[in-house]
């Protein structure tokens, strides 16, 4: 049984940090691309960030670039994202995703196989 288990959400001021992780099991992680998507109220999900199986490349959304940092921990079978000078903007739920193939110029929800649950991520003016 595949799990993605994301954890790390909260309720931050603006300007503020917080560091999301994804736990994998039930798949070989290192054999897939894995990515964060996020989704507000009302609005459709969005890609935020990805990475490739070794971790050599990554893609950011514009939005979020030069503010958040995507990794991964093979051995751990863990993804992260960091998030630094937060933004109102950013509340949302956030959800990690695996996906078989990886695109470095874009995210969409369809390329990717297995979802986990989602963690809150609120930032307050």
């Known amino acids: 049984q595949v799990q993605l288990v994301e954890s790390g959400g909260g309720s931050v001021q603006a300007g503020g940090s917080l560091r999301l992780s994804c736990t994998v099991s039930g798949l070989s992680f290192d054999d897939y691309a894995m990515g964060w998507f996020r989704q507000a109220p009302g609005k459709e999900r969005e890609g935020v960030s990805c990475?490739?199986?070794?971790?050599?490349?990554?893609y950011y959304a514009d939005s979020v670039k030069g503010r958040f940092t995507i990794s991964r921990d093979n051995a751990k079978n863990t993804l992260y994202l960091q998030m630094n000078s937060l933004k109102p903007e950013d509340t949302a739920m956030y959800y990690c995703a695996a996906g078989s193939a990886y695109n470095p110029y874009d995210m969409f929800p369809r390329d990717y196989n297995y979802w986990g649950q989602g963690t809150q991520v609120t930032v307050s003016s």
């Open positions: 990475i490739i199986w070794s971790g050599d490349s990554t």
